[in-house]
């Protein structure tokens, strides 16, 4: 299958979903585990009230659907296909929807990367090799960051309280922090002056345009790291790419919870000397659940030498 029919294969089942999607949020406490040998270190009385019996129950309904996948998805197990997957995702833990329900894919059809706030960096051993074992031993052809316009960490990060994250997650979500802060973006300025001429500390609506938007410039943000501190920065330097061994595109995504579409960034790029694969979704029938009907935007097609995805500033 050509890299443009399967981006265009993905954006079309995506679109079908775009609709109201409602979905279960499981709620309970995690109980702590406390060490009782003699020699293990005292541990801190946990403040998190302990329901067992709710514990339990959750871990029983998981075991119980596990059960229920052996006997009934025996056959489909088997057929799984054989080749590696196309698609790789980079996308957040705190998006509950997976994507092979956004996209209505095959198991085993991509694989996925998940961290806080869909962050790709050079500097982070661990995504770096999910993304070099993906190109290397899979041979993937699509990477594609997927944020999601319900992101908590990236509400975490327009805080203006940063001193009540924790520390190891504000580390982590620095750089978004950073672009807040220095993001010359519309929405993002004025929710900025806003601020400044107020004392009063809101949370913010992650409604609000200036929290799409920063949405969508963290996006565009681990695109542009994929692009200089990943395997493809080397493999596409001119001297490396007459090899052509690696032929990889990248793509900036964003998902919409609360419609269901997912709405192309037209950051993507390719290989030097390639156009990037167009493709966009099909409309949806009108239905009745529907309060709006819209097209995916599609990724312009560009071919570039030096392949440098668009920014909005």
């Known amino acids: ?33 406390t060490l009782t040998s003699s020699t293990a270190p005292s541990i801190p009385t946990s403040t998190i009230p302990v329901n067992n019996a709710t514990s339990a129950s ?8 596990n059960t229920q996948f052996r006997m009934q998805q025996a056959e489909q197990r088997q057929s799984l296909p054989d080749q590696p997957p196309r698609v790789m995702f980079i996308g957040c833990s705190d998006n509950r929807i997976t994507t092979d329900l956004i996209f209505q894919s095959e198991p085993g059809s991509s694989i996925s ?23 290397r031993d899979l041979g993937v052809k699509h990477i594609i960051v997927m944020g999601h316009y319900g992101c908590k ?23 978004i922090i950073d672009i807040f802060s220095h993001s010359r973006r519309v929405e993002i300025k004025k929710l900025r002056s806003k601020r400044r001429a107020s ?16 949405v969508e410039e963290n996006v565009k943000a681990s695109v542009k790291n994929l692009m200089r501190e990943s395997i493809l920065f080397a493999e596409y330097h001119k001297k490396n790419f007459k090899s052509k ?25 390719g290989p030097p000397g390639q156009v990037v694969p167009k493709a966009k979704a099909k409309m949806l029938d009108p239905t009745p659940t529907t309060t709006a009907t819209s097209e995916t935007s599609s990724t312009a097609s560009s071919t570039s030498t030096t392949p440098e995805p668009s920014q909005t500033t």
């Open 58 to 65: 959750d871990l029983a309904l998981l075991l119980d659907g």
């Open 245 to 269: 061994k690696v032929e990889v595109f990248v793509h900036g995504l964003v998902f919409d919870e609360q419609t269901g579409e997912v709405k192309d960034l037209g950051v993507s790029f």
């Open 153 to 175: 960490s990236i509400q975490a990060a327009m805080s203006r309280q940063p001193q009540k994250i924790d520390k190891i997650v504000q580390i982590w979500i620095q750089p």
């Open 113 to 135: 990367h998940l961290n806080l706030a869909n962050r790709f960096s050079g500097k982070d051993p661990n995504s770096n090799a999910v993304v070099t074992y993906a190109i």
């Open 199 to 214: 004392n009063i500390i809101t949370a913010t609506n992650i409604d609000s345009d200036a929290f799409r938007a920063l």
């Open 1 to 33: 299958m050509l890299p443009g029919a399967l981006l265009c294969l993905l954006l079309t089942a995506s679109a079908s979903l775009a609709r109201p999607l409602i979905y279960r949020e499981l709620s309970y406490t995690t109980p702590m585990t």
